[in-house]
T-cell receptor, first 113, second 113 residues
Framework: GESVGLHLPTLSVQEGDNSIINCAYSNSASDYFIWYKQESGKGPQFIIDIRSNMDKRQGQRVTVLLNKTVKHLSLQIAATQPGDSAVYFCAERLDSGYSTLTFGKGTMLLVSP | GAGVSQSPSNKVTEKGKDVELRCDPISGHTALYWYRQRLGQGLEFLIYFQGNSAPDKSGLPSDRFSAERTGESVSTLTIQRTQQEDSAVYLC???????????FGPGTRLTVT
């Protein structure tokens, strides 16, 4: 895939703002999507998932939206906190026959107090 | 119980040397994944183990890379004749046979000098 080199897309927000992180996925047949959060020096952590037969799913302070028409996924974080600062990855399962995930390149979220 | 653990946390090696990276999955997890993460980039799938089935090696970048897993426990990723482009964080994840419920370890940061 493409390389973005050393520079991840970065979203800078103020504490208390709502954040929206976007992801364009590759395969119209993908049936499952996940958002992961990766803090510095740690492995990715599961945040929220959504199946392709849904267009919205809500969790605690987070909402994932899926637009299959344009192959777009977004993660909304309400009332962003400094602890939300991390790199966020979307991942897709290419179809139900796959046992692996394909990860996007990530977006860095920086939250200022 | 404990999460996924990896060792060593950091490894510095000279170009041309072989390295072994270890992953201890969560007890009872039948599936185990290895990923590579270059600086500022997303996760690149390397290899997937599921129970006693033949591993999915489709992501291994060259024949210098190999991995083994003993039953449903420890896995070792071996890189022979390391090159500078092998420098990356190597992440391991395990799951209970559900691709979307992967639990990641903290990773091993490999630096090839």
């Amino acid at each position: 895939g493409e390389s973005v080199g050393l520079h991840l897309p970065t979203l800078s927000v103020q504490e208390g703002d709502n954040s929206i992180i976007n992801c364009a996925y590759s395969n119209s047949a993908s049936d499952y999507f996940i958002w992961y959060k990766q803090e510095s020096g740690k492995g990715p952590q599961f945040i929220i998932d959504i199946r392709s037969n849904m267009d919205k799913r809500q969790g605690q302070r987070v909402t994932v939206l899926l637009n299959k028409t344009v192959k777009h996924l977004s993660l909304q974080i309400a009332a962003t906190q400094p602890g939300d600062s991390a790199v966020y990855f979307c991942a897709e399962r290419l179809d139900s026959g796959y046992s692996t995930l394909t990860f996007g390149k990530g977006t860095m979220l920086l939250v200022s107090p | 119980g404990a999460g996924v653990s990896q060792s060593p946390s950091n490894k510095v090696t000279e170009k041309g040397k072989d390295v072994e990276l270890r992953c201890d999955p969560i007890s009872g997890h039948t599936a185990l994944y290895w990923y590579r993460q270059r600086l500022g980039q997303g996760l690149e799938f390397l290899i997937y183990f599921q129970g006693n089935s033949a591993p999915d090696k489709s992501g291994l970048p060259s024949d210098r890379f190999s991995a083994e897993r003993t039953g449903e426990s420890v896995s070792t990723l071996t890189i022979q004749r390391t090159q500078q482009e092998d420098s990356a964080v190597y992440l391991c994840a395990s799951s209970q046979n559900r691709v979307y419920e992967q639990y990641f370890g903290p990773g091993t940061r490999l630096t090839v000098t």
